[in-house]
């Protein structure tokens, strides 16, 4: 017997299906008679479920079949299995609904644990919210009915490695002699939710290959588009890829909505308005894709990327693809760096001593931007203008991040913040950039006295240390600030800008000057709060850390990836835009901020003075 049958057979297994079955029996319709025989002798009929589990001897009885009405005015049919069936499908379905949930696709709601339609549309609301207006919504035409029998069992197998147990669940949906057809899978079974799952996990993968960020629940679907035209073509997509399932759209029910309008999804309308104000990770459409591992190789193979790490390949479709981070010694092939080129996908590439080392991008500086970029150099009056900014920025996002909670204000000396404050002010009337800078120095020597509060003694965090770093905290700081910065180059570059001409940082060969500007004011927003919750939360330990007299304190790859997926869940972190009053992610306000310094440069008279980030 296998290990999952095992656990199906187990008897608080048996007793968990019984607890649940019975808890429903009140409102799903069952022969009272029957249930009242069940439960007079209940201990011997759960101890002889778990018996025809173990010795595999389970045969499911015929279903008695009902037809309810549905909202729409119409009926559907129902499958209702016996008593002891029911618990026994409830056993099998809560063993395979723990191995199979953490696999499926995060854009599918329906039948899962510890989520439902308030998160579907939750999702959905936030896409319309980034500016996605045009919503595709349609459903599969009869999805019970229609799935293919085998092809629930065949899915069931790659999921579960457990032969005894798809053997048993093969018996309820697709009997020798079932006489019915070759698809339907009976509504009304305990296993058919979660079968549904499995076999349409397949659909939600092959839409995500193709670009189709689809919202599904059960047989709803809804796909949030920038344009009609983009709408128009994914809803062809879905239609492609359940016709090649034998499944079908439910054209009634299957149209193009404008946002702006309302969206009707899963018995609520749902518009962009968000009725919890607070931070939200957003979906991305591409995705940065981080390879830490030393020695791991970057091939390609027709449209994918193909990366190996310690033998181990996993395959990543380019047109998913926004940004490629390459850490610590990564063989990078010509075919990967051509792949990227064709789909616009960045190449970063960071060396454990050098920081950001290399940047591939399709985006270059446009001449009319990078002339006025030029010209907006050397006008001393306007650099530093932009430079003050800059640096009042940097240092408010400081004084936040210090005193951002009751426990923080009382740890971090008041005189710090004072002082803190006092620079604030004195960026305003500096004269100029190189005055500018000893403010920005002593701002930076200050906060980090205050941050040193915040780190518990064993870090060893003294403050900060650069090439090598002397203790965690350095190590994890240097690390993310060039993970950063390939974000803010990338931005600088989307924006027609040329990295390599700043305001504030003079400009030296290989230097990305500008993107360093850009940079300050996001440092204490993005990475100095990640490194301060990893710490908090546990989720690094000083075990993670090695340190040597020649290279100084370095991670080892479990640390930098928890390093690198708390960064991109900061930066996926959505807030609302302290001027423009709109929402948008950590890595779109780092874009929107790198536009905003191209509009200042090509027009300084019409946009005004230079808007610094604030703290959200």
Excluded at 8 to 36: C, F, G
Excluded at 461 to 471: E, I, S
Aim: glycine content about 6%; overall charge positive; some cysteine.
């Amino acid at each position: 017997m296998g290990k999952a049958l095992n656990e199906a057979a187990a008897q608080q297994n048996v007793l968990d299906a019984w607890q649940t079955t019975k808890s429903r029996l009140a409102w799903e319709p069952a022969p009272n008679a029957e249930i009242q025989a069940f439960t007079t002798n209940l201990l011997a009929h759960l101890t002889a479920i778990s018996s025809s589990l173990r010795d595999r001897s389970w045969m499911p009885q015929p279903m008695r079949h009902i037809e309810i009405a549905t909202q729409s005015g119409g009926t559907r049919a129902l499958g209702i299995p016996t008593v002891v069936d029911r618990v026994t499908e409830r056993a099998l379905a809560a063993v395979i609904t723990r191995a199979v949930d953490v696999r499926l696709q995060s854009s599918s709601y329906g039948f899962r644990p510890g989520l439902g339609v308030a998160d579907a549309v939750e999702d959905l609301q936030q896409r319309i919210s980034a500016g996605r207006r045009w919503i595709v919504r349609t459903d599969i035409a009869a999805c019970f009915d229609s799935v293919s029998r085998r092809g629930c069992v065949r899915a069931l197998a790659d999921f579960v490695d457990d032969p005894d147990l798809v053997e048993l669940v093969r018996r309820r949906i697709d009997p020798p002699d079932g006489g019915a057809g070759v698809v339907g899978i009976p509504q009304g079974s305990p296993l058919s939710p979660v079968l549904l799952n499995v076999y349409l996990d397949g659909l939600d993968q092959e839409l995500w290959m193709h670009g189709v960020e689809a919202i599904r629940y059960v047989d709803d679907i809804a796909v949030a588009c920038d344009t009609r035209e983009e709408a128009r073509a994914q809803l062809e997509l879905v239609r492609t890829s359940l016709a090649s399932r034998g499944l079908r759209v439910h054209e009634k029910k299957t149209s193009i909505v404008d946002a702006d309008r309302g969206v009707p999804f899963l018995g609520r309308t749902v518009t962009g308005a968000d009725p919890h104000p607070e931070h939200r990770l957003a979906c991305p459409s591409r995705i940065t894709l981080h390879i830490t591992s030393r020695g791991s190789a970057l091939r390609a193979r027709g449209t994918k990327f193909v990366v190996t790490q310690h033998g181990v390949s996993t395959v990543h479709p380019a047109p998913r693809t926004r940004m490629i981070v390459c850490h610590d010694r990564t063989l990078v092939s010509t075919a990967a760096l051509t792949l990227a080129a064709r789909h616009d996908v960045e190449v970063a590439i960071i060396d454990r001593h050098a920081g950001l080392t290399g940047f591939l991008s399709l985006a270059g500086a446009r001449y009319d931007t990078a002339y006025a970029q030029r010209t907006a150099q050397g006008d001393a009056k306007f650099a530093l203008t932009v430079a003050r900014g800059i640096v009042e920025g940097k240092i408010a996002n400081s004084i936040t991040l210090l005193r951002r909670t009751p426990a923080r204000r009382r740890r971090v000396p008041a005189d710090v913040l004072a002082r803190l404050q006092h620079l604030r002010t004195r960026s305003r009337e500096t004269e100029t950039v190189q005055a500018l800078l000893g403010v920005e120095g002593s701002a930076a020597r200050l906060y980090f006295q205050g941050l040193r509060t915040l780190v518990p003694d064993e870090y060893g965090f003294l403050g900060r240390r650069r090439r090598p770093p002397t203790d965690p905290v350095n190590a994890m700081l240097s690390y993310s600030y060039t993970v950063l910065l390939g974000e803010v180059t990338r931005a600088v570059q989307l924006a027609g800008l040329d990295p390599n001409r700043g305001f504030l940082h003079r400009p030296y060969r290989g230097r990305p000057s500008l993107a360093l500007d850009v940079m300050e004011e996001f440092r204490a927003l993005i990475v100095d709060t990640c490194v301060l919750r990893l710490i908090a939360t546990g989720a690094v330990q000083l075990s993670g850390f090695t340190t040597t007299k020649e290279q100084g304190c370095r991670m080892d790859t479990g640390t930098k990836r928890s390093l690198v997926t708390e960064l991109e869940r900061r930066l996926l972190t959505v807030v609302t835009h302290p001027y423009l009053r709109q929402k948008m992610t950590y890595r779109e306000y780092i874009e929107h901020q790198s536009r905003h310094v191209a509009n200042l440069v090509t027009s300084p008279q019409t946009q005004g003075p230079y808007m610094h980030v604030s703290w959200r």
